[in-house]
């Protein structure tokens, strides 16, 4: 089995001040590789730890992936530093220069003189082509202590890029140098609406100790998330070991389950939409435009949602949803009456068949013994309907939960639940 | 000044599976005490590669931070491990065992045997109190080969307990060894408007090379952040070093610096509407509620921002913000007429002093030779006015992109620019 090590690069890592989401991201690729990775070294800009850090990664790995330092700035040294850890010279990459001028002429603007330094690649490297940005990675083979070979890859630190960068050539070169032979697949189901260990006492006695296939359980953004992973020399066969544990998932937790691997509760919502050809609008005041955006993120979701209101004041109500002053003074904006008001509104103004309120969160009150619910409501053909859900968590995932909790109202709905 | 090296312990970190926050948290901490962290290496749960990366840390540095892999389980071995790059037997440690004898009490459960394992520590080490967990912490001073001493310190990697422990005694002990007898204070300065190299040009020669204070600038979500660090005794001492640096940054680049620290471009725009006493809504396409919620979420912004339109079709335009059906047909949804209209719809039905439009995103095409613009509009009690911002870049941060550019709208217009 091939090793590998990552190296995230840049002051800002060390230092504390970005959390680095490259490298899990890239060891969950690596896996699927069947690569294994055995150490993630984040070092700041600095020539010689750097320099260091590639030389002892290079001599202790098959494979090594960097991340960052390819600016045209003076911070950015990966390039110095790879050259002086594998003993070559700097020189200019004709086809990196040639990159870099037609990303500025694309992109309208002067190539500044300093960008230039973007293309010095130690001798011996290949570029890695960057759809997307200015900066080119770097490919180099560099001979180990042991007579083998390390393939080192370099990369900007910009993660979209990167991750393009990914699918776009290094996972297939990688192929090529020999990964890949043994693969590593992973399955997540997701889940909505119980907390983890009320799913973990609806599945069967020891369920989450299975080894083959491994089953994790993970609460995140207050979604309950299965991990299950299988092993195999094909794709097929690492699933086969996985689909009676997904069986047993799905049949105990019944709704509760909204969708796998990249799913959100928004994509199946759009997939609902989609099926019974329904539109949707929404109107929303707590969430504050977060569901919204979740469901206009959706690919193909321009042809079911029509769009939203963000309320931040009860005059958001009147103009836009044509909710009378009247109304607005009798009761609360968080109350029953103003969210089941909302849905009504957004449905006629919007012209859509399903309008989805999400009512305005009551205050904060830690002294209260029994916090008010936050009030979601439906407005469809048949009327509207409302359902009232308790305001309870840690502040930071309110929000995010409240938002789940307005489309998990959309999805039972249209599930006839 | 003292270095100090973090080891974030244990396979679900460089398998990828989790990401490690505990890391840039305790770089940040030990930067405050002046101590400088120049790697983070992150090891999965494997004796030799563990042993090896706690020798090498112990070579090369005064602090070293280990966290996680110290549970009671076979895959915990950060306690063998240190205790073979240390050269040190394992004993059990009397006033470990005692604590975790009195936190399974505290909790009413019988101790397992397997959680004796937890306070088997390397010889001379001592024990760093677990105020909320069983897994004690280990402080070990051990020799480096300099003739000096590095101090290890393992604590759990439990977040919330790591930090516990970390206020509890951890960090009250490094200074005894030694640290805070130096301090280090951060300044970010927050600009947008133009890329990371042409910001540099604006600058003196050489500025970024700058030492002390210590200068990085990096680009993120495409706001650029330059990065200012100074050192002294005292807080005060390490800003007066920043402050020459501050000025030149706010002189050469003047509006394209719109924050420090925490600022995001929406707080800029919250301020300058609490302190012009102007109301605002927005009316949005292809930035899909970005901008409405990233201005909810600004605190204090309920009195100024009033609430905001998701357009996701043409319907959306009509019966919340009244755009005529016939205005529709004869422009296209991003249109410079479009978008204006849209501003003027919402000052309108919101009833608020400044409106702010961003249009829809032209469909993608990377055939095309030129990119069209993104429009965005600002209706005040003047009028309407637009501009043209084109459309390039990665995909992935274009929504991103749009939405600063429409604060940046606001702001610049409210600057009288």
Chains 1, 2 share one sequence.
Not at 54 to 78: C, H
Request: charged share 25%; hydrophobic share 45%; glycine share 10%.
């Amino acid at each position: 089995m091939m090793h590998a090590e990552i190296l995230p690069i840049g002051d800002e890592i060390v230092s504390g001040q970005i959390v680095d989401t490259n490298s899990p991201w890239l060891s969950a690729r690596l896996e699927e590789l069947g690569v294994h990775v055995l150490y993630h070294t984040s070092v700041g800009d600095e020539i010689d730890p750097l320099a260091d850090t590639f030389r002892l990664a290079v001599a202790r790995s098959d494979i090594v992936i960097a991340t960052g330092g390819l600016g045209p700035t003076a911070d950015d040294l990966t390039r110095p530093a790879l050259a002086k850890a594998v003993g070559r010279k700097l020189v200019t990459d004709q086809q990196a220069l040639e990159h870099i001028r037609q990303m500025f002429a694309r992109r309208k603007r002067p190539m500044p003189k300093s960008n230039e330094v973007q293309a010095e690649f130690p001798e011996g490297s290949r570029v890695v082509r960057n759809p997307s940005g200015t900066a080119p990675g770097i490919e180099l083979d560099a001979p180990r202590p042991n007579g083998q070979v390390c393939r080192v890859v370099c990369l900007p630190g910009v993660p979209a890029e990167m991750k393009e960068m990914w699918h776009d050539s290094v996972a297939a070169r990688l192929r090529q140098f020999g990964a890949g032979k043994r693969l590593i697949r992973r399955k997540l189901i997701k889940c909505f609406g119980a907390g983890e260990s009320q799913m973990e006492a609806m599945l069967p006695e020891g369920f989450l100790r299975s080894r083959r296939p491994a089953i994790g359980i993970t609460a995140s953004q207050t979604s309950i998330i299965f991990r299950l992973s299988g092993e195999g020399t094909t794709e097929a066969e690492c699933f086969v070991d996985m689909q009676p544990a997904i069986a047993t998932i799905r049949e105990r937790l019944g709704n509760l389950v909204f969708g796998e691997d990249d799913d959100e509760l928004e994509h199946a919502v759009v997939r609902l939409l989609r099926q019974q050809k329904k539109t949707l609008a929404v109107a929303e005041w707590g969430t504050a435009g977060l569901v919204s955006e979740w469901l206009g993120a959706v690919p193909e979701s321009d042809a079911v949602f029509r769009g939203g209101l963000v309320a931040a004041s009860a005059e958001a109500l009147k103009g836009p949803l044509g909710i009378a002053a009247e109304l607005l003074e009798r009761h609360a904006p968080g109350s029953r009456e103003v969210v089941e008001a909302m849905a009504a509104g957004a449905r006629q103004r919007f012209g859509v068949d399903l309008a989805l309120a999400a009512g305005r969160f009551p205050p904060l009150d830690p002294s209260a013994k029994e916090p008010k619910p936050v009030v979601f409501a439906l407005a469809g053909p048949a009327g509207v309907t409302a359902r009232e859900v308790p305001f309870a968590g840690h502040p930071a995932v309110l929000k995010v939960y409240c938002a789940k909790q307005a489309l998990n109202t959309v999805r039972l709905a249209m599930m006839g639940k």
